[in-house]
C-alpha cells in the first residue's frame, strides 16, 4: 500500500510538473487545425526529390499528432 | 497520424515526403515540446525537435532515391472545412472559403478538436506513461544504470530494443525519459528512446508494409535506427562539450509557474481526461472479450483481412488499422 502511494505520488509531480504545458500545446495544436491551409502543405509537397522530403520534414516538426 | 501521412501520398506527396512527414510528426509536436521544456532542460527541448527534423530528412531521402519519379500526378489536397465539414472547398473562392466562419468559431472548433481528438487520443496513453515514470523513480535504485550501462553505444542499443515495439506518443514518453534520466541515464540515451518510441510500433509496421511496401518499411527502420543511435550519441557529446548534467537540470523548468497555477491546470488535463480514459480501458476490455470469441470461429483471417491493402489502390485509409495516433 505505500508503495503504491509512493508510485502515484512520484506521478502526481510529474503531472504537475507537465499540466501547464500540456494545455499550452492543445491550445495551439488547435489553432494549427483551424488556421492552417491545406492547399498551400499539398502544393509544396508534390514534386523534387530532395526539396518536397525538407519541406515535410519540417511540417511534420510541429505539428502534434 | 497515418491516416494524415496516407492522405498526404493520396494528395500526391512524394514518397519520400510521405516517409518523412510520417517520422518527423510522431516524433515531434508542439504539444510535446512544451512538455520537454517541463520535465527536461533547454538543451532536450531543442534536440528532440532538431532530432526528428534530421531522422525523417535522412529516411525520407533515402525513400526518394529509389522511388522518385519525375512528373507525378498533381497533389489535389482535402479543402473540406475544419470547423464542421459545411463545404468541401472544391469551386469554392479561397477568400470565400476562408471567410465561411467567425474567428470565434474556427477558434472553438480548434480547441474542441485538440481536447476531444488529439488528447482524446493521448490522455490514456499519457497518464500510463505517468504511472511508469512514477514506478521507475521508485523502483529503480539509483545508481543502477549510471554504474552499468548508463552511456555510451549499449545503452543506446538497449533504448533502441524498448522504444521500437513500443507503442507510445511522444507526449507520453516524456516523463518515461525524464524518469531515465534521473536514474542515472545519459540524456543521450533518452533521446534515442524518445525518438525511436513514438516514430515505430508494431500495429504503424504493419499498416506501412501495407502501404509503402517491404523495401520503403526497412528504409524506415534501419533509418530510425541509425539516425537515433548517431543523433544520441552526438547530444551525449554536446552535454559532456558543455559541462552540464542532464540530470541536475530536469524538472528545472517547473519552478517558473506558482504550485497553484500548477495545480488548476492539472486539474483541468485529469478533467479532459476522464471520458478517453475510461472509453479507452472500456474498447480494450470489450476488445479482449470480442477477440476470445473471435479466436474460436475465425481465427486471425478477419484481422488480416483487415489490414491487407486494396489491390489498385494500396494508399487507400484503413480505418481499422490506422488508429494509431
Known amino acids: 500500500m505505500e508503495f503504491i502511494l509512493k508510485v502515484l505520488g512520484e506521478s502526481r509531480h510529474l503531472l504537475l510538473d507537465a499540466a501547464v504545458y500540456i494545455l499550452f500545446g492543445l491550445v495551439v495544436s488547435g489553432l494549427f487545425r483551424v488556421f492552417l491551409n491545406p492547399n498551400s502543405i499539398a502544393r509544396h509537397l508534390g514534386s523534387g526529390r530532395f526539396s518536397s522530403v525538407f519541406k515535410a520534414a519540417l511540417i511534420g516538426v510541429p505539428v502534434p499528432l | 497520424m497515418l491516416p494524415a501521412a496516407v492522405s498526404l501520398r493520396k494528395q500526391g506527396a512524394t514518397q519520400g515526403a510521405t516517409t518523412a512527414f510520417l517520422i518527423s510528426t510522431p516524433e515531434s509536436g508542439v504539444d510535446s515540446i512544451a512538455v520537454t521544456w517541463a520535465m527536461m532542460d533547454p538543451v532536450m527541448t531543442v534536440a528532440r525537435p532538431a532530432s526528428a527534423f534530421i531522422t525523417a530528412f535522412v529516411a525520407g531521402v533515402a525513400e526518394n532515391l529509389f522511388s522518385y519519379r519525375k512528373g507525378a500526378a498533381p497533389a489535389i489536397p482535402d479543402l473540406t472545412c475544419p470547423v464542421d465539414g459545411c463545404c468541401d472547398g472544391v469551386g469554392c473562392d479561397p477568400e470565400d472559403h476562408r471567410n465561411h466562419h467567425r474567428f470565434t468559431e474556427k477558434l472553438r472548433a480548434g480547441l474542441k478538436f485538440a481536447v476531444t481528438d488529439l488528447w482524446g487520443d493521448m490522455a490514456p496513453w499519457f497518464f500510463f506513461g505517468l504511472l511508469l515514470a512514477g514506478l521507475i523513480t521508485v523502483l529503480v535504485p539509483e545508481d543502477l544504470f549510471s554504474r552499468h550501462l548508463g552511456s555510451g553505444l549499449p545503452a543506446m542499443l538497449l533504448m533502441l530494443a524498448v522504444g521500437i515495439p513500443l507503442y507510445i506518443c511522444a507526449t507520453a514518453s516524456t516523463p518515461i525519459a525524464a524518469a531515465l534520466i534521473l536514474k542515472g541515464v545519459s ?128 494508399l487507400s485509409p484503413r480505418p481499422p488499422c490506422s488508429g494509431a495516433t
Open chain 2, 187 to 314: 540524456p543521450g540515451a533518452a533521446l534515442v528512446f524518445l525518438l525511436a518510441g513514438p516514430a515505430t510500433n508494431m500495429a504503424s509496421m504493419t499498416v506501412l508494409l501495407g502501404t509503402l511496401g517491404k523495401r520503403a518499411t526497412v528504409i524506415y527502420l534501419a533509418s530510425i535506427a541509425v539516425c537515433s543511435v548517431l543523433l544520441g550519441l552526438a547530444v551525449d557529446h554536446v552535454y559532456a562539450v558543455l559541462g552540464i548534467s542532464a540530470k541536475a537540470a530536469a524538472g528545472q523548468a517547473a519552478e517558473v509557474f506558482p504550485i497553484g497555477v500548477q495545480w488548476i491546470a492539472a486539474v483541468a488535463v485529469v478533467g479532459i481526461s476522464v471520458k478517453p480514459t475510461v472509453q479507452k480501458l472500456r474498447s480494450i476490455i470489450e476488445k479482449k472479450g470480442s477477440v476470445a470469441a473471435a479466436s474460436k470461429t475465425k481465427k486471425e483471417s478477419a484481422a488480416e483481412a483487415n489490414c491487407a491493402p486494396e489491390a489498385g489502390n494500396p
